[in-house]
């Protein structure tokens, strides 16, 4: 079991930073998390590369 990966990203409703954690053993995931600042559901779409980097991409639900 590999460990978490730990990302800051923006909530595209407030723009507060975020520390979100990622799982490395899945090359890509899209799921839905609450900001934890002001509890708006956030799409969070994450790929890993080759090499393991996660890229992060976060919108709005309704987008």
């Known amino acids: 079991m590999s460990a978490l990966d730990s990302v800051i990203v923006q909530c595209p ?3 507060e930073a975020l520390d979100i954690s990622v799982d490395p ?3 890509e995931q899209e799921y839905v998390e609450d900001c934890q ?3 708006q559901p956030i ?3 994450v790929i890993f590369d080759d090499n393991l980097v996660p890229y992060v991409e976060a919108r709005a639900e309704n987008e």
Do not use: G, Q
């Open 43 to 45: 799409l969070l779409r």
């Open 25 to 27: 053993s899945v090359a």
């Open 37 to 39: 600042v002001c509890c």
């Open 13 to 15: 409703y407030c723009w």
